[in-house]
C-alpha cells in the first residue's frame, strides 16, 4: 500500500482529469485515471468541482471513505455517494484524495472490489466559497469503468442535479 | 400474480398519429400496452430517434401496467422511466418503481394569491426580491430557516406532512385543504426510512434547495377561462406567488435507497425488465409496501417544506412591503406534486381499478365532481399547476373528464429542457443573464451564477407548445397566465 499523502486538486488542470458530456437535464461526467485508484480520485475531484469551486477550499480536515461493489463501477459510484452524503450531512468539501484498493491481493476469495479514500478539505462556507450545481445523488444510469488500450482508465457517472 | 414472460422490445419505436395531440406506439415484442405521447406535429417530429420514446416503450413492459405507457408533451429522457411519463400499474397485479417516481420525491409546485396589484408592487420588486432572498433559505448546502429538528419531531412530520408545519406556527389550518392529499399520503412508514434519509432530513427543512428550483413573484396577465379563474380567486393584474420545490436530501436519500433494494428484488419476484433502472416489485410486497411508506414520509417532507416555505415568504413580503398580513392577504390556491406514485381508483376498459398511478414530472388533473378536489373547486376542477421558464410565464389549468379518461387525470409538470446544461452555459458565455432578464422586466436574485445560465430561458422550451397541446387534447385547458416579475433561484 502507498504511503504518499492525500494529493490536492488542482482546478487548473480539469480538462485533463474530466469532461462534461452532453445531457438533457444532468450532469454526466467522463473521468480519466491512469489506474483505477487514481481514476476513483479524479471521480472525487470531478464531484466536488461540480458542487464548489475548489480554489479557496483549504485542507483543514481528513475524512475516511469505504465502498465496496461487485465491479469496479459499482464500488466507485458507492464511494462517490459517501461523499456526496458527507457533503450533504456535515458540508465536507473535499479538495485533496488519496484512493487505496483494499481488494485482490489483500482479500483473496472475495470478487468484490473495495477502495479507501483519504479526502482532506473542510465544511461548506458560503461566504468563502462560491456554490455550484445542487447534486442529489450519485445514479446508476450510464455507470461504467472501462481499461483502455494504453492500461489507462476511464468512467462514465451521472449525476442527478 | 406477476407475469414475467416479456422480453425487451429492439425494434425501433414508430409513432402513429391517433388525433390532433396524441401519438401512439403500438404494443410490439414484450409490451403488455401500447405507448401514447402528446405533442404537436413538430414536436412529434423531432421525437424520432429520442431515447425517451424508448423510455416509454420499455415502462409498457412492466408487469401490470393498465392502459397505455404515457408520455406528455414536456417529456425527456430520464432514470429508467422518462420525465414526463405515466405509468398506471393495478395494485393486484402490478408494481411499483421507485424510477417511475424520481430523485426529488414529491418535488411539486404551490401557487399563493394575494390581495395586491402588479402596480402596488411597481418599483418595490427588487427590495422585495432581496428581502425573500434572505429570508427563504436556497442553494447548495442551505440549511432549514428553523432550528434542526429531532428524530421525533422529524417522525411527526413523516407522517403528517403539511398538517405538522401548521401546527408548529407555519400557516392555517385552511392551506391544507388547498393541498393535494390534504399535504400528507396515508401509510407513511417512519421504521422503512434509513438513518442516512434521517441524518439528510433532519436540517433541510424550510429549504428551497437549487437546480430549477425557484421562488417567483408573479403578475396574472391573462385569465382565458372565468369561471375557473374565479373559483381559483384569481384575476388579471393580481400579484401571484409561486414555488416550486420538493423533498430535498432527504427524498433523494430515499430514493437511492430503494433502487438499491428493488434492484435485487425485481431478481427475487422474476421480473424481467427492459432496463435495469426499471427495478421495480410487486405493490403488494414487502418491498414494495415498505418503499410506498418510505415514499409517503418523503412525500409529506415535501408538503411541510413548501407549506413552510409559504409562511416564510408571507412573513418576508409583509416585511419587504411594509404590509400588515390582512392587506397583503397571502392564501393558497393549490399545491401540486409532480413526482410521485399514489393509490388511485380510475375507471379503465369499462373496469373500475385501484392503482399505484406513477407521475414522474406529471401533474395530477382531477376533473370537475371529483372527491379529492377541494370543495371550493369541485365544480370547475382541480387547479393544475405548470411552471415555465424564468423569463416567459407559467400556466394555471383545470383537471377535466377528459383526463381521467385519458390520462389516469395527469398532464404535463412544465416546460422541459430544449438545451443541455453544456449547450445552455456554451449560449450564456460572456452574457449576463440577471441583466438580460431585467432588461425584460424580470428581477433574479440566485445563489450561484452558473445555475443562472444552466437555467435561463432559452434552456427550456416553449411553455405556451406544451401547455397548449394539453389544451388542444382537452385534459388541462388553460385558465390564466402568470408573468415572472421577480425570481429566486437557489
Not at chain 2, 65 to 78: K, Q, R, T, V, W
Not at chain 2, 279 to 293: M, N, Q
Not at chain 2, 402 to 412: L, V
Request: glycine fraction near 12%.
Amino acid at each position: 500500500m502507498s504511503t504518499s499523502e492525500p494529493r490536492r486538486f488542482d482546478p487548473g488542470s480539469r480538462a485533463l482529469v474530466y469532461r462534461e458530456l452532453d445531457h438533457p437535464a444532468d450532469l454526466w461526467l467522463e473521468v480519466r485515471g491512469v489506474d483505477l485508484p487514481n481514476l476513483v480520485e479524479n471521480a472525487l475531484f470531478a464531484l466536488y468541482d461540480s458542487m464548489v469551486a475548489l480554489e479557496r477550499v483549504e485542507e483543514r480536515r481528513e475524512v475516511t471513505l469505504h465502498a465496496s461493489g461487485a465491479s469496479a463501477a459499482e464500488a466507485l459510484r458507492t464511494l462517490l455517494a459517501e461523499a456526496l452524503f458527507l457533503f450533504a450531512t456535515e458540508g465536507f468539501v473535499g479538495v485533496a484524495a488519496q484512493v487505496h484498493r483494499l481488494d485482490s491481493s489483500t482479500e483473496p476469495g472475495s470478487g468484490d472490489v473495495r477502495f479507501q479514500a483519504r479526502v482532506r478539505g473542510e465544511r461548506l462556507d458560503t461566504t468563502r466559497h462560491e456554490t455550484r450545481a445542487e447534486v442529489k445523488a450519485v445514479t446508476y444510469h450510464l455507470l461504467d469503468v472501462t481499461r483502455e488500450a494504453s492500461g489507462a482508465f476511464k468512467a462514465f457517472v451521472l449525476l442527478d442535479v | 400474480m406477476i407475469d414475467v414472460a416479456h422480453p425487451p422490445n429492439r425494434e425501433p419505436a414508430r409513432l402513429t398519429r391517433i388525433s390532433e395531440s396524441i401519438w401512439e406506439i403500438a404494443a410490439t415484442g414484450g409490451m403488455r400496452v401500447p405507448g401514447r405521447v402528446y405533442a404537436d406535429e413538430a414536436s412529434a417530429g423531432r421525437l424520432g430517434s429520442d431515447p425517451s420514446l424508448d423510455q416509454v416503450r420499455n415502462v409498457a413492459h412492466l408487469p401490470g401496467i393498465e392502459g397505455y405507457s404515457l408520455a406528455m408533451p414536456d417529456m425527456h429522457f430520464g432514470y429508467g422511466f422518462p420525465i414526463g411519463g405515466v405509468g398506471a400499474f393495478r395494485v393486484d397485479d402490478g408494481v411499483v418503481s421507485p424510477g417511475g417516481v424520481g430523485y426529488d420525491i414529491n418535488c411539486g409546485v404551490r401557487l399563493l394569491a394575494t390581495d395586491l396589484d402588479a402596480a402596488d408592487i411597481s418599483g418595490k420588486t427588487g427590495r422585495l426580491v432581496d428581502r425573500l432572498f434572505s429570508d427563504v433559505p436556497s442553494g447548495v448546502g442551505s440549511h432549514g430557516a428553523i432550528e434542526r429538528l429531532t428524530s421525533p419531531a422529524l417522525v411527526q412530520l413523516m407522517v403528517r406532512g403539511a398538517a405538522w408545519a401548521v401546527e408548529q406556527g407555519f400557516g392555517e389550518p385552511a392551506d391544507l385543504e388547498h393541498t393535494e392529499a390534504g399535504g400528507a399520503l396515508p401509510g407513511a412508514d417512519p421504521d422503512a426510512v434509513s438513518e442516512r434519509a434521517y441524518a439528510r432530513g433532519l436540517d433541510q427543512v424550510g429549504t428551497l434547495g437549487s437546480g430549477n428550483h425557484f421562488l417567483e413573484i408573479q403578475v396574472v396577465d391573462q385569465v382565458f377561462d372565468q369561471e375557473a379563474a374565479t373559483a381559483y380567486g384569481l384575476r388579471e393584474g393580481q400579484v401571484t406567488v409561486m414555488i416550486h420545490c420538493g423533498s430535498r436530501g432527504f427524498g433523494y436519500q430515499v430514493c437511492d435507497d430503494y433502487l438499491a433494494v428493488m434492484g435485487a428484488a425485481s431478481a427475487r419476484y422474476g421480473i424481467e425488465l427492459p432496463d435495469r433502472q426499471l427495478a421495480c416489485a410487486p405493490v403488494h410486497s414487502p418491498e414494495g409496501r415498505r418503499y410506498l411508506g418510505a415514499m409517503a414520509c418523503a412525500a409529506n417532507y415535501a408538503w411541510a417544506n413548501r407549506q413552510m416555505i409559504m409562511h416564510l415568504t408571507g412573513e418576508s413580503m409583509q416585511k419587504a412591503l411594509g404590509l400588515s398580513p390582512r392587506s397583503l392577504g397571502l392564501r393558497l390556491v393549490y399545491d401540486v406534486a409532480h413526482n410521485i406514485a399514489k393509490i388511485e381508483t380510475h375507471e379503465s376498459g369499462g373496469r373500475r381499478l385501484e392503482l399505484c398511478v406513477h407521475r414522474k414530472g406529471a401533474t395530477r388533473a382531477f376533473g370537475p365532481g371529483h372527491p379529492e378536489v377541494p370543495s371550493a373547486y369541485r365544480a370547475v376542477g382541480q387547479p393544475v399547476l405548470i411552471p415555465g421558464d424564468m423569463g416567459t410565464a407559467s400556466y394555471v389549468c383545470r383537471g377535466t373528464e377528459e383526463a381521467m379518461r385519458q390520462t389516469f387525470g395527469s398532464t404535463c409538470h412544465g416546460a422541459g429542457r430544449a438545451l443541455s446544461r453544456t449547450q445552455a452555459l456554451k449560449r450564456a458565455k460572456g452574457r449576463a443573464i440577471d441583466r438580460e432578464l431585467a432588461a425584460a422586466g424580470v428581477v433574479v436574485r440566485a445563489q450561484g451564477r452558473k445555475t443562472l445560465m444552466e437555467e435561463m430561458p432559452e434552456a427550456y422550451k416553449d411553455i405556451h407548445d406544451v401547455v397548449g397541446v394539453m389544451d388542444r387534447a382537452g385534459v388541462s385547458p388553460r385558465v390564466a397566465r402568470l408573468r415572472p416579475l421577480g425570481v429566486v433561484k437557489g
